[in-house]
């Protein structure tokens, strides 16, 4: 038996609640780890400036590679803003960009 739409009305409403509150979290979240890598690769390069300023030999590699991860980042949030891409495909690319990351600061 289908019950009458004017029964289900708040019931839908809910739903549709709880979908909008659930696609707005995961872009936050991930927004909010990609801001905290972010401060992370310019405190590695505010490090390598000091050094660079003080005198000591800097690696390119103290360069390089944190921009590196701030540029993919940015291409990230970016991609994140527009939604162009599945969430699926897009999440697949931040773990692996998270995971970059992590090695450099587990390096570093």
Not at 11 to 26: D, N, P, Q
Not at 29 to 50: H, W
Not at 71 to 80: D, I
Request: aromatic share 8%; net charge positive.
């Amino acid at each position: 038996m289908i019950p009458d739409a004017g029964g289900n009305g708040e019931y839908i409403g809910k739903i549709l609640a709880r979908m909008v509150l659930g696609s707005s979290v995961m872009p936050r979240v991930l927004a909010t780890i990609l801001l905290l890598v972010s401060l992370a690769m310019f405190v590695l390069l505010g490090i390598a400036a000091v050094n660079l300023r003080s005198g000591q030999d800097v690696p390119s590699s103290a360069w390089t590679f944190p921009l590196t991860i701030l540029g993919t980042g940015a291409l990230l949030m970016w991609l994140l803003v527009r939604r162009q891409v599945s969430m699926r495909l897009y999440v697949a690319a931040f773990a692996l960009w998270l995971l970059a990351a992590g090695f450099l600061l587990a390096v570093m």
